[in-house]
């Protein structure tokens, strides 16, 4: 059934304007300028049939935009993400237009009363409502959203991970990214343009609007479109310039985006841009192209003479939105409940960062849902660990952490599990998509190697001092500090089996295996004779009690071996603490926690990082709001001058964060009880 | 006089190799492969006169690069900026080859032993010490350390900032950067290049180091040196490409790049890239483009094998860099020490934000060291306010983060007083760079609007939610939230005037004008008069205060408000609580929280952010650790559920951080005193 697509258009653009101006807020010309791309892009009939054999079938082939609207979720789904969240207005208005027949019913030209609207247009004027599904930007609150958007750039990205994994799954779908042009002045849309074209990504359609003005006046570019044609072929893709509200030339555009490719040749794989000139607020005349109507909702009054201008409006007419051509399943998941464990020997010296590796390694070989991403450094961060037995699951996304976050949250959308790691000081690059990610509820796990100034020598810049806070500020999101390589196994573990967002810390320096892991000759075990220490999130482990303890001090990382030799040496002087490894920094253990507090009083913090966020801060406030402690003291021990390079033992007494620094503490302490 | 390039590159790889084997680490085959480029421009002779003629004079016109060797602050000296800073080893390399004549003497040939060297040869033997100025990355600890780097693809940025303020101050310096082909997949790069060129920037002049080879492995392009130059010339560069080993194509580079415009004509302001195709770890055939020399210094057999190679190496001779061809004075500075202040009404409603640019407008009216920087949004943060009477003041830099936070380090270095703008939400995208500006100990101030749920309708995309923790994780780095128009306008007046980093958080929302603000009538007074409230960093407010307050409420920006609006219900129910406004959160009052906390033992914080790292956790862990303090509570209002759309009003309810929710959490304290 052919959809009449200037009446759909037509249709969309009085969604837009009604509901805008019902909510008091929003973004008509933004959403007014795409309007025409989108609803070709939905309801468009495609004449090429899934093989480029060309269809004389009136009814054509189906729309260019393939899902089952019944079940977002389906893996043969195409995927639609509005990079330029602010469109939000014409995102839910297509939903609003769009529709579907049920059980596969095929319908005649008349019979467009039969397909079941995605959504009901009368909750479009719920718009910005508190109680609505239709946020300001699209959130996951309405379903067909892919990912929150509304800080720019970000979409691209996402795009990027769906589109690389359709093919690594063998999946059919298509993703397509709509962008404005004052968006892709963001450096990640860039890294996004040349990560895709690398990974040969012809399964990726982005879409830029180009309507010439941004928030506040003409972009750097303005009306130049064959200068963003040249910057996206510069970069490896295929770029196609048209008049964003002619359908001839909208039509053949995406004709060209979806015709399957020939077998395979060189230059032939590439992503496709579609470039289309737009007017700003286009279909009212009196703020087309004007300065100043960004991002405001037309007055009662205004919306009137638009409605006028609009003219008559068939709200009966439904588009219809062709469900997918091939139905594959997606059966990925974990064949065996746990994985092998790495043999690690009590008092042998490895680094958590090479733990990680191994725990990775051992992870991929059993759960298929698993995808490593690193940005240039995983021969530092040991993510490179799986390339031995599963390269297939490893995606190098080169110096560009903002594009690889993104990626990763599009994988995490599509059922992976995404591992991403590179130093941890370079995840404060990618941090604003972290935040998106956070808002997404994604299920991404965040390792973050080379914490603290324990790095010594390549200096400060590559010194990770405050991603604990960074990471504890997003909501729902789990921080670890493993100390050891045999706790680090076992919280990768933790963190793979749990939903959400993690961030995993972990160090460059050797230390000590401090927890029992038994040894395993000739056959395998039970995996369950392995676990002699539990290791969880919200957890914590006591290293070292007694009912003499005057202290506690709590140590992750690297200062939790400083601590224990404190407590060595004190124990000498005939001094007693207690050691406790706070491995889980969000969610903390507070029950032990207020047990150490009553019990000691004194409580020392020691962290390789920065005060602020830090650790020290999260127990001194989860304490503080306790109704029965009273009568204790917290102390912090962390850095606090400005870091430099140095060896790393030198840069822990510099910072006062070792084991002298911890000595002197409790002594204060010991001689003012 | 004539510099011997071959044999002063020679030298330059000697001390490479010598000073990372010393150090057992750094990167001497990143410096290696960027070595004859760089002594080139640092050394070889420019056959042009500033004003393009050529020179027949054997001495030639001096170096390319000219910078007062014993001025490094010289608003005149070229600027080179090492955004690939791992080379470092080559960084300090040049200037212990580099020398110059005192007092201008004009020297023969043979007389270059009268050249005074910039560093001591020997002093490259401490590389990477504890003790040494010559850190892993170059940091500020280094003299010609135009800005610390390490975190990749943010040399750029900084650049054009220098470039920008040259043009702006009608500076002649030329602003250099080196940059790898890795470090160029970083978004910010892209950013840079884009604004670089709509701002004319042909004052900056990059270097592109093609040397193939990554952290592991080849970077996407490999050495297609073409595609970089398309991708240059479409971000509006020229681009040269060179063999970066042939010193005949590097002069040639260097002269075109030099070359003064001539009478502007469209098409010519460009800057200019050199893409350099070198080999990684040239001048030591056993690690040329190999992989696995990513970062490895030579072992000490290793060094004598390539020392060997070197040949003779004479350590006598020393570059001669010419000082810069115009001295050009800088006076900028303030022209009346207070700056005019708006009059606010009492009991009238001003967004904070309106009130920034208010004060902003007043500043750059008395001190010409301010610029402003806005990522598009200046309509909404009102940095916009500059624009109508000092429109040269203001630098848009499009919705491109990053890049701003570079520009605004690279102006911050040149003696301005960059005030950088953007939602604070966005402040997030450009965290990483803000670090490396805390690194650098710059003095930027930065002002984060639209913070908190209580934007409304654009909803949890748009929130500043984490900017509070972000910026009191850094180093130095005030964090000031005003809570009304008065108090902002004399806390960014102080901002101004303290050194270094500051960031400054603003709402959207209307509030009432609390503090007190005198009217002036007619002529000027006395700007202290209107002085009645002291606010200073590291002060805070007690609004309310009485003998028998039960609880202490601190708020900061719009939840001060809620809580005054509790105070008044409490009172008329006979409940008595303190009132502070908590606009200095770091550094914090300790005195006036210690004084509320001993009289009143209960501590409510309400703040419009997630908990972690945020005000709650910064006096809870401020209050741990004093010695004297004991038996108080103090308990947290902050966003802890998914924030969404909504009007204000309704979404500080949700978040149980509005009056109501304060009323009572303070009547349950009230029931169980």
Chains 1, 2 share one sequence.
């Not at 972009?219 to 509200?245: C, P």
């Not at 892991?517 to 539990?534: F, S, T, Y």
């Not at 507090?597 to 602020?612: C, G, P, R, S």
């Not at 840069?651 to 002594?667: H, R």
Request: glycine share 8%; proline share 3%.
């Amino acid at each position: 059934m052919k959809n009449n697509l200037e009446q759909l258009a037509k249709l969309v653009r009085y969604y837009i304007l009604t509901s805008t101006t019902a909510a008091g807020s929003g973004h008509p010309s933004s959403s007014l300028s795409a309007t025409d791309i989108m609803v070709e892009l939905m309801f468009g009939r495609s004449q090429n049939k899934a093989d480029g054999s060309a269809n004389a079938d009136e009814r054509g082939n189906g729309s260019f935009f393939r899902a089952d609207l019944n079940d977002h979720e389906n893996p043969n789904n195409d995927r639609l993400i509005f990079s330029k969240g602010h469109a939000s207005p014409l995102f839910y208005a297509l939903y609003a237009a769009a529709g579907q027949a049920r059980n596969d019913v095929e319908l005649n030209a008349d019979e467009h009363g039969k397909l079941h609207r995605a959504i009901d247009p009368e909750e479009l004027l719920t718009l910005r409502k508190f109680t609505s599904r239709l946020e300001g930007h699209p959130t996951s609150l309405f379903p067909f959203t892919e990912v929150p958007t509304g800080s720019l750039g970000q979409g691209l990205s996402v795009g990027v991970g769906m589109a690389l994994n359709a093919k690594l799954d063998g999946l059919d779908y298509r993703t397509y990214v709509l962008m404005g042009d004052s968006e892709i002045a963001e450096g990640s849309v860039w890294e996004a343009m040349a990560v895709a074209s690398f990974y040969n990504l012809n399964n990726l359609v982005a879409v830029l609007d180009i309507n010439r003005l941004g928030q506040r006046g003409e972009t750097m570019l303005g009306v130049n479109t064959e200068i963003y044609k040249q910057r996206a072929e510069s970069f490896g893709w295929n770029a196609i310039v048209i008049d964003g509200h002619n359908f001839e030339e909208i039509t053949k555009a995406f004709e060209t985006a979806t015709s399957p490719q020939p077998s395979p040749q060189k230059g032939r794989e590439k992503p496709i841009m579609i470039i289309a000139r737009t007017i700003k607020g286009k279909g009212v005349s009196f703020i087309e192209d004007k300065d100043g109507w960004h991002g405001k909702a037309l007055s009662a009054e205004e919306l009137n003479k638009a409605l006028a201008e609009l003219g008559e409006v068939d709200k009966s007419l439904v588009g219809e939105v062709a469900l997918p051509e091939r139905s594959k399943s997606q059966e990925l998941g974990i064949k065996v409940e746990t994985p092998k464990f790495t043999n690690y020997e009590e008092g042998k010296k490895v680094a958590t960062r090479k733990a990680y590796g191994n725990a990775l390694a051992n992870l991929v070989e059993v759960d298929e849902r698993i995808v490593v991403l690193d940005a240039e450094t995983s021969n530092s961060t040991y993510a490179d660990s799986v390339k031995k037995n599963h390269p297939e699951k490893f995606v190098e996304c080169f110096i560009a952490e903002q594009n690889m976050v993104g990626m990763a949250l599009g994988f995490s959308r599509r059922g992976k599990i995404p591992f991403v790691s590179t130093f941890a000081a370079f995840l404060s690059r990618a941090f604003d998509q972290i935040r998106m990610s956070a808002l997404a509820q994604s299920n991404i796990k965040f390792i973050g190697s080379h914490a603290g100034v324990s790095i010594g020598e390549d200096g400060s810049s590559q010194m990770g001092l405050e991603e604990i806070a960074m990471f504890r500020a997003l909501p729902e999101t789990v921080v670890l500090y493993p100390s050891d390589a045999v706790s680090t196994e076992k919280l990768v573990l933790e963190a793979a089996k749990h939903k959400g967002n993690v961030y995993i810390q972990t160090t460059r320096k050797e230390t000590e295996i401090i927890y029992r892991n038994d040894k395993i000759d000739g056959n395998d075990k039970n995996e369950q004779e392995l676990m002699q220490q539990e290791f969880k999130i919200g957890g914590s482990c006591t290293l070292k009690s007694s009912d003499k303890d005057i202290a506690t001090v709590i140590g992750a990382g690297v200062t939790l071996h400083e601590a224990l030799a404190a407590y060595e040496e004190l124990k000498k002087e005939g001094i007693n603490i207690r050691v406790i490894d706070l491995y889980s920094v969000k969610p903390l253990d507070l029950e032990s926690l207020k047990k150490a507090t009553v019990e000691t009083k004194n409580i020392i913090v020691v962290e390789d990082n920065h005060h602020e966020g830090g650790i020290y801060e999260a127990v001194a406030g989860a304490l503080a709001s306790v109704e029965s402690l009273s009568s204790y003291k917290v102390a912090s021990l962390s850095v606090t001058k400005l870091p430099r390079s140095g060896k790393p033992d030198e840069l822990l007494a510099y910072e006062e964060i070792d084991k002298n620094a911890i000595i002197k503490l409790v002594k204060t302490i010991n001689n003012s009880i």
